[in-house]
C-alpha cells in the first residue's frame, strides 16, 4: 500500500514507519528531519508539497507536541493544541482536493479524553470526558479527524494510553530513578495506569489499516491496566530493584503544576473493549512479560 504518515520520527512513529516498510509497503512521512534511512520512506517537508494527484490507501496522523514535556503554562497548551489541530486540518484539507481519497484515516488522540478522576470501574469507547485540560484537547483533536467521515473517508481514532518500549516514551523517564532504587508510588498510588506495550500499538494501528469494520474511537491499551502502586512495585521488581521512596502528591503539583495533577496523580481503568471485539490478540496482555521484553 500508499500511506502517508505524519509524526512519523516520534517514539510511536519511527517504529511504526520501520515496521510498515518491512512488509512492503511504500511510505510518506511529513518531517522536517530524518527519513529513517530506509529507501521505501519518502520524507517531506509539509503537507503542502502533495500535489492533488498524489494518491495513499492509508494517512496515519500521530502529529503533536509531547503532553508531558513541560508545565502547562497558556502558551504552552496552545502550543500543544496547535501542534495537534493545524496538522489535521491540513490534512483534512489535503483530502477535500485530492482526486483519490484515502480508505482509511487514522488520527491519534490519548486516554486522557477521558477527563480526570480515579475510577475502579472499567471504562470503555463509550465513556464521556470532562473539562480538564487533557479531555478537551483530546475532544478537540478528535472533532478535526471526524471531518474525514464527511468525505467518505474510513475514520478512526487512536485514544492511547502509556507506551512502554525501548529507546523512548515513558519508560525513558522512569528508570532512571528506579535503577538508582529511588522508585515507588506516586500520589496515593491507587490511580490507574492504562498501558500499552509498543508492539501491540502497532497491532491495533495494523487492525485499523485492515478491518474495514473499524472506525471511530479505540482504546490502544493492554486488557489489564494496572494501579500506579502495582505499576511501580513491578517495574522495580523487573529490573530488581526496591520501590521504597514514594513520590507524595503536594510535590507533583508543586513541580509539575496541572500536569503532573492531571496525568500522574489522576488515571481511570480503561480497557481495549472495541480491539478484544474485533479480534485482537494482544501480544503483551500482562505488565510483567511487557516489561521482560524491555527493560
Not at 21 to 41: F, N, P, Q
Not at 219 to 227: G, I, R
Request: charged content about 15%; proline content about 4%; hydrophobic content about 40%.
Amino acid at each position: 500500500m500508499n500511506i502517508l504518515v505524519t509524526g512519523g520520527t516520534g517514539f510511536i512513529g519511527s517504529s511504526l514507519c520501520v515496521h510498515l516498510s518491512s512488509l512492503g509497503h511504500k511510505l510518506t512521512v511529513v518531517t522536517r528531519g530524518s527519513t529513517l534511512g530506509y529507501d521505501a520512506i519518502k520524507a517531506i517537508n509539509d503537507l503542502q508539497a502533495l500535489e492533488a494527484d498524489e494518491s495513499f490507501d492509508v494517512v496515519i496522523n500521530l502529529a503533536g507536541q509531547p503532553i508531558a514535556d513541560k508545565r502547562w503554562s497558556k502558551l504552552q497548551k496552545e502550543k500543544l493544541l496547535n501542534s495537534r489541530i493545524d496538522t489535521t486540518k491540513q490534512l483534512i484539507q489535503f483530502f477535500n482536493y485530492t482526486k483519490n481519497k484515502p480508505a482509511v484515516f487514522i488520527s491519534g488522540s490519548a486516554i486522557g479524553y477521558y477527563g480526570v478522576g480515579i475510577n475502579n470501574s472499567t471504562i470503555n469507547e463509550n465513556a464521556q470526558g470532562d473539562d480538564s485540560f487533557s479531555s478537551v484537547l483530546c475532544a478537540q483533536w478528535e472533532k478535526c479527524a471526524l471531518a474525514a467521515q464527511l468525505l467518505g473517508i474510513r475514520t478512526c481514532l487512536l485514544r492511547t494510553g502509556i507506551v512502554l518500549g525501548k529507546n523512548g516514551g515513558a519508560l525513558q523517564k522512569m528508570l532512571p530513578p528506579f535503577k538508582l532504587g529511588l522508585g515507588g508510588k506516586i500520589g496515593s498510588g491507587s490511580q490507574w495506569m492504562p498501558w500499552i506495550h509498543l508492539d501491540d500499538m502497532i497491532g491495533i494501528i495494523e487492525l485499523c489499516i485492515h478491518n474495514k469494520n473499524i472506525s471511530g474511537a479505540i482504546n490502544c491499551t493492554a486488557p489489564n491496566p494496572v494501579t500506579n502502586l502495582t505499576f511501580s512495585k513491578t517495574l522495580a521488581a523487573s529490573i530488581h530493584r526496591p520501590a521504597i521512596f514514594p513520590m507524595p502528591a503536594f510535590i507533583i503539583t508543586l513541580l509539575m503544576g496541572k500536569m503532573g495533577e492531571e496525568l500522574l496523580l489522576n488515571g481511570k481503568r480503561i480497557i481495549p473493549e472495541k480491539a478484544l471485539y474485533f479480534g485482537y490478540k494482544f501480544n503483551y496482555e500482562e505488565l510483567e512479560k511487557a516489561l521482560e521484553s524491555i527493560v
